[in-house]
């Protein structure tokens, strides 16, 4: 074990794919530099598969038997328990990683002043990537006319293996709605520009996907010198993550989904050949490092808050 490594006792609540993707980064691509015991609650008994099970030092199912001395609780349950999980878990961690989003989308309005003393931050791994992290410190974003931003795929392909009419996703009385689900556009638009001066915006469900959720949403923000729009949808066959950029003198298309930036005047390409994975462990390295060290929160509840009223189409 290196001397400097760093000990940490975290806890999840709720395993679902996202928290064991988590829990396989913390163990697989942290481990040089943090030794972290790994606690779980669940609502569930059946057995976890091996491959995360062996990572997992105890098991909690009532909340009276959970310790109160985490140095950090990950909230990953399903979308409509975050918040609630959160104040009840709020004096058994000072530090808390939650998923977003933070409240239900119906709720926008929730008393946050009994968490000022927490660290709580909110998801947002796209921030993260090497496209976005270009595009924040290489390009002049003063001086840009217009913004267009999609993000475009099928929400059946998103876990083949599973019946997506009974994901959250498709369930509107679990949170679900690609409004919420595909809020890491508003999220990494706003870690550009900024929060938009007026917006307009249209919800709806118009494909055949048997949910009961909006599966199409389209907006347009105005702001000082731009108008910016932005599509989302769980029915592209063909899936597109991307931003286009437009300046004076150049377009310039960040390409979320292929990792590429590209310069369509000059005809540049810069390929940072980066996987998904790669900016999910950098999120959980910002965060420990921000818990650690005390850090700007990129990501508090009170600017998550913002980005959701947003994505209802409010400001």
């Known amino acids: ?36 015991q790994i606690d779980a609650f669940r609502s569930s008994n059946r057995p976890l598969s091996d491959d995360i099970s062996q990572y997992i030092t105890n098991e909690y199912q009532n909340y009276d038997e959970v310790p109160k001395d985490y140095d950090a609780i990950f909230i990953t349950n ?17 530090n808390f990683f939650i998923e977003k989003p933070i409240v239900d ?44 931003s999609i993000c475009s795929t099928y929400l059946p392909e998103w876990h083949p293996d599973e019946d997506y009419r009974k994901s959250y996703s498709a369930k509107k009385d679990l949170g679900g709605g690609v409004s919420i689900d595909l809020i890491h556009e508003w999220d990494y638009l706003t870690y550009l520009f900024g929060m938009p001066s007026e917006i307009y915006s249209i919800l709806d469900k ?45 377009t310039i298309v960040g390409d979320i989904y292929n990792n590429k930036i590209i310069f369509k ?32 929160n990129i990501n508090d509840i009170e600017n998550a808050l913002k980005v959701m009223k947003l994505a209802g189409g409010k400001l």
């Open 105 to 148: 989308s119906s709720d926008l309005n929730k008393d946050l002043s009994e968490f000022k003393s927490k660290t709580c931050y909110v998801a947002c791994p796209l921030r993260h990537g090497n496209v976005i992290q270009y595009i924040k410190k290489n390009i002049d974003l003063n001086n840009v006319n217009g913004v267009r």
């Open 265 to 296: 005047n000059s005809d540049k390409i810069i390929d940072f050949n980066e996987e998904r994975n790669d900016y999910q462990v950098e999120e959980l390295k910002y965060f420990f490092n921000l818990i650690i060290n005390k850090e700007d």
């Open 1 to 36: 074990m290196r001397f400097n490594m760093v000990d940490l006792k975290i806890c999840f609540v709720g395993i679902g794919s996202i928290a064991k993707r988590h829990i396989s980064n913390i163990k697989n691509y942290l481990n040089e530099d943090y030794n972290c």
């Open 78 to 94: 399903p979308t409509k328990f975050h918040f609630d999980t959160l104040k009840q878990f709020k004096d058994n961690s000072d």
């Open 206 to 250: 118009v494909s055949d996907l048997e949910i009961d959720t909006e599966d199409i949403a389209v907006y347009i923000a105005k702001y000082q010198n731009m108008l910016l729009e932005l599509h989302l949808d769980y029915f592209g066959r063909f899936p597109i993550r991307e931003i286009m950029i437009f300046k004076q003198d150049e």
